[in-house]
């Protein structure tokens, strides 16, 4: 199910309801990829795209329906190797790596000197994943993150005080703690909201003319929803959680369908005299 807030309440509508909006304007979709295009599994190697994602978003891009922008906490090399990289603009790690179609590629100058660090933290991680083989490390290069879903409760706090060590260890880095993982990052205030302030500055978007389409699905995506509301354009959230997205899909099958619906959608032909 698709709903859009009215009156700050969640109102079911359909996709035709949404067509108004989305006719003849050039149209820039921006997604987040787990949780959102991406269904959740027990580990990150299990969340594979589905063939048909991949083939809407390229027949999107193809039908010169919308540019799209995959902007995720995935490396780029593994965007890369499930999306399309000359179709799709490709942001890893939360668009500290960009790649365009053109072949451009941005990689923040912050990213690249934490990487000595970077390494350095993930040797002393995979020595926790040895003690803990519960724990999945994601080694992404500019940053990494180390998941203990799967970790029994009453170990949690073990691993806790060796990662409050590696904290003291690695000041250079910053160290995020999400709902079920720990994350380090280059220590600079970077977020989805700067990745999407970098891809309009690398392509000089004139971004009046365009609406802007997201969706995402958790605390990350925030900023992504603040930067693309500033501009008037459309935000949704995947699932239920508080957030300043203006609509919300039920489930990643409801944004399926909304894909399709858009590349589905007619534009009137241009007017020429
Ligand atoms: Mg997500």
């Excluded at 698709?2 to 304007?25: C, H, M, T, W, Y």
């Amino acid at each position: 199910m698709i709903s859009l807030k009215k009156n700050e309440q969640l109102q079911a509508v359909e996709f035709s309801d949404l067509a108004p909006l989305l006719d003849g304007r050039s149209k820039f979709l921006i997604l987040d990829r787990d949780g959102t295009l991406v269904p959740y599994s027990p580990t990150p190697e299990l969340a594979f795209l589905p063939p048909r994602t991949k083939t809407v978003l390229s027949d999107i891009v193809d039908h010169h329906q919308a540019q799209v922008a995959i902007v995720s906490a995935r490396n780029l090399k593994s965007l890369q190797a499930e999306f399309d990289p000359t179709k799709q603009i490709l942001a890893g790690n939360y668009g500290l790596e960009i790649s365009f179609p053109s072949g451009q590629k941005f990689v923040h100058p912050a990213a690249t000197s934490a990487v000595p660090l970077m390494a350095a933290l993930a040797d002393d991680l995979a020595a926790i994943v040895a003690q803990y083989p519960q724990l999945i490390l994601d080694n992404h290069h500019y940053s990494v993150c180390l998941h203990y879903h799967l970790l029994p409760p009453h170990k949690q706090s073990h691993v806790a005080a060796l990662v409050d060590d590696l904290r003291l260890k690695y000041s250079g880095l910053v160290f995020h703690d999400l709902p079920t993982s720990y994350e380090a990052m280059p220590a600079i205030e970077w977020h989805k909201g700067r990745a999407l302030e970098q891809i309009a500055l690398q392509l000089s978007l004139a971004e009046q003319d365009i609406f802007f389409i997201t969706a995402g699905d958790t605390e990350a995506d925030e900023p992504m929803f603040e930067w693309v509301n500033a501009r008037q354009g459309i935000t949704f959230n995947v699932g239920e959680r508080a957030s300043a997205a203006l609509g919300r899909f039920d489930t990643s099958e409801d944004l399926y369908s909304f894909l399709r619906a858009l590349l589905d959608l007619k534009t009137p032909p241009q007017q020429h005299y």
